[in-house]
């Protein structure tokens, strides 16, 4: 099985009690090493408001899990994540296609030059052709009148 690299996100309610919360990731954090996965880090990023209701909250305590698994065990716990009440909202994103995606972008953007970088050009101005000089022919003569 291939070990890739994701970070779940997830949200459980404002009134949950912290020792509950613990309680909660520790749960997770044993099903990723029964698994054969690996936690590489927990953040509890606190808690923040919500951008729209969800579950009739407008706020929620945010978690963010790092670690390395395959799909089968990222199946597992996205399906725990899920029949957990507290939890009213989760995300993952498998994070080695998104540094690669990240790395194609810069590449990209350094074979390209800043415009910034490019020294103005000076204007164009159009210059304008002398005026040809009549022919010959348009020349006319003044003869004497004879009288």
Same mark, same amino acid.
């Not at 997770?28 to 923040?48: H, I």
């Not at 020294?119 to 164009?124: F, I, R, S």
């Given at each position: 099985m291939i070990q890739r690299f994701y970070e779940v996100m997830f949200i459980v309610r404002p009134d949950m009690a912290e020792e509950d919360l613990d309680k909660l990731i520790a749960g997770? !954090?044993?099903?990723?090493?029964?698994?054969?996965?690996?936690?590489?880090?927990?953040?509890?990023?606190?808690?923040?408001k919500l951008a729209y209701t969800v579950r009739k909250f407008n706020d929620g305590n945010?978690?963010?899990?790092?670690? !390395?698994? !395959?799909?089968?065990?990222?199946?597992?716990?996205?399906?725990?994540?899920?029949?957990?009440?507290?939890?009213?909202?989760?995300?993952?994103?498998?994070? !080695?296609?998104?540094?690669?995606?990240l790395a194609k972008v810069r590449a990209i953007r350094a074979t390209k030059k800043k415009l910034s970088a490019i020294?103005?050009?000076?204007?164009?101005v159009p210059v304008e052709a002398p005026e040809p000089a009549p022919a010959a022919a348009e020349v006319e003569t003044a003869t004497p009148a004879s009288a």
């Open positions: 997770l !954090d044993q099903t990723v090493t029964n698994g054969g996965g690996k936690l590489r880090s927990t953040e509890k990023l606190g808690r923040r945010y978690v963010l899990l790092t670690i !390395d698994a !395959d799909g089968v065990l990222i199946a597992e716990l996205e399906r725990r994540l899920r029949v957990s009440e507290p939890v009213i909202k989760f995300i993952t994103v498998r994070m !080695d296609e998104e540094e690669k995606r020294p103005p050009a000076a204007p164009v």
